[in-house]
């Protein structure tokens, strides 16, 4: 049945489904509306934020494509696409997305700041992984195993069923809280307690217990590993707290606001300024370089770390 419903007058009924929660309608809705009028972001970036609430996360990025195509500019574009593309694994995309919504100011960019940052620690460990998987022939092997059998589910999944995106989602949290344990394994091993000590002997002339060359189906190890490598196993990580809020960045000469109390790294930060911003870039309330101040104990702390964790100098 033809409608006789203006694209805009869909879009606000949409809008009303979208507030009591009645998402497939609401789809339904902002799909007659570019149906109508295929050129108005504000249609899609609706629809997509439908997506998000079911878990379609695919459906998300393709619609927030469109968005950002159609208003370069559009902050909930790449935001919804940034938590999209997180969701499905892909933190090096997410991360990039993201960053570009800090470009304009937003009444939620509290909420941008928080999924960036998660975005940049998550890609963080993905590049942590692919490290550790060329020294540790152990984490290799297994963690090889784990990808495997979450690639496996994943192709078994029927992608016709309505729930497919939701398990795909899960599949993916599901292979990261595996290699999670994975890695808490293999530090504990490597830093054995004191009580566990005086009972471990390191017998070399045995052979392993699990090794890559019995699953030839698994790349190998470049390069002869030796057992200092093995036991120096560890998942490195930054707090946030250590990090500034404009480039995500490890700070080194951090200043704290007056106004909000949040601290920034003051290169970026004065950057920020000369671009004629002259607002808190997080809390969004008037900022000027007079209103901010050193964070010495921050300073302190940040100098402490780096010199126990120099690697954090390439976060």
Not at 98 to 110: A, G, N, P, T, Y
Not at 162 to 185: F, G, K, M, P, V
Not at 303 to 311: C, P, R, T, V
Request: net charge negative; with cysteine.
């Amino acid at each position: 049945m033809t409608s006789y419903l203006t694209a805009e007058q869909h879009k606000l009924k949409g809008n009303e489904y979208f507030k009591n929660k009645a998402y497939d309608d609401a789809i339904q809705e902002y799909s007659t509306a570019i149906v109508k009028d295929p050129k108005v972001a504000v249609y899609y970036c609706n629809r997509a934020n439908c997506f998000l609430k079911l878990e379609r996360f695919t459906n998300v990025v393709a619609d927030c494509e469109r968005v950002v195509e159609l208003d370069p500019k559009s902050v909930k574009g790449y935001y919804f696409m940034g938590k999209a593309q997180l969701e499905l694994g892909q933190p090096s995309e997410a991360y990039s997305r993201l960053k570009k919504s800090l470009d304009q100011r937003s009444s939620f960019i509290k909420d941008i700041v928080m999924i960036i940052s998660e975005a940049k620690k998550q890609k963080w460990i993905e590049d942590e992984r692919r490290k550790l998987s060329q020294v540790s022939e152990t984490y290799h092997y297994l963690s090889g195993l784990v990808e495997q059998d979450i690639q496996r589910q994943l192709e078994a999944l029927d992608k016709n069923a309505s729930d497919y995106q939701e398990n795909i989602a899960y599949l993916r949290s599901e292979r990261d809280q595996r290699l999670q344990q994975l890695e808490i394994l293999l530090q504990r091993a490597g830093t054995p307690d004191q009580y566990v000590k005086p009972h471990i002997q390191l017998d070399q002339s045995k052979a392993p217990l699990i090794s890559p060359e019995s699953s030839p189906q698994l790349p190998k190890v470049s390069g002869k590993q030796d057992s200092h490598q093995e036991a120096s196993f560890q998942v490195r990580e930054v707090p946030d707290y250590f990090l500034d809020k404009i480039t995500f960045e490890f700070m080194h000469d951090p200043v704290i606001s007056t106004k909000s109390g949040i601290s920034y790294e003051r290169s970026t930060l004065l950057e920020h300024f000369s671009y004629g911003r002259m607002f808190d870039p997080v809390a969004q309330v008037p900022l000027t370089e007079h209103d901010i101040v050193p964070n010495r104990a921050l300073k302190e702390a940040c100098d402490d770390f780096l010199s126990k964790n120099g690697w954090a100098v390439d976060y």
